[in-house]
């Protein structure tokens, strides 16, 4: 008898799963930056992507995802207080992508590859802007702050690709609760 598990099981499993993924992977990249090329000014990142997809599976829940990409960087980064609140901070800025999310919703999103693209790309650009935001209330100059665009141009080409690669893959970029859903209906043989 195969044992079922209720959707908020199914959710938190969800959740979890791509908050390890963005944890291991966020830390590896800042590890590997700065133990293999401590001297360049260029950082790479998961965060938009991940909180992006999950965004398009869960909605609000991107939250959490956004916030702890930011503070998993600022702590393999080994940043201060200051730093931890900037980048969990200003990733939350992200979160204005619910709103196309809800006008335009999010089939059309998933199954447009120009759309899926600028989604993920926009909640990076959104990210970026919080961090710069919230580091010129730190007091930073708008110069400085700045550099939280111009050091992470190279997330946006990996944001982009991945973003693009996941709408390809059956049910990645979509709501959790249609796809479900939808699964249902065609073990059931009504497709």
């Not at 791509?18 to 966020?26: G, T």
């Not at 609140?85 to 919703?105: F, K, V």
């Amino acid at each position: 008898m195969k044992r079922r598990i209720s959707f908020r099981q199914y959710r938190a499993i969800d959740l979890a799963l791509f908050a390890a993924m963005l944890c291991v992977s966020e830390w590896l990249l800042v590890t590997a930056a700065t133990r293999w090329f401590p001297d360049q000014l260029y950082t790479v990142s998961l965060v938009g992507a991940l909180t992006a997809i999950v965004m398009l599976r869960w909605g609000p829940w991107a939250a959490i995802h956004a916030a702890l990409g930011g503070l998993v960087f600022a702590i393999a980064s080994h940043g201060s207080g200051k730093q931890l609140l900037i980048y969990a901070g200003g990733n939350l800025l992200s979160l204005l992508m619910l709103l196309p999310l809800r006008r335009l919703g999010g089939e059309k999103i998933r199954s447009d590859a120009f759309l899926s693209v600028c989604f993920g790309l926009a909640a990076l650009l959104l990210m970026q802007l919080g961090r710069m935001l919230l580091a010129m209330a730190f007091g930073a100059s708008p110069r400085n702050a700045l550099g939280f665009f111009t050091t992470d141009t190279l997330s946006l080409l990996f944001t982009g690709l991945i973003l693009w690669i996941a709408r390809r893959a059956d049910g990645i970029l979509e709501d959790q609760k249609h796809y479900l859903l939808r699964i249902h209906k065609e073990e059931k043989g009504g497709f």
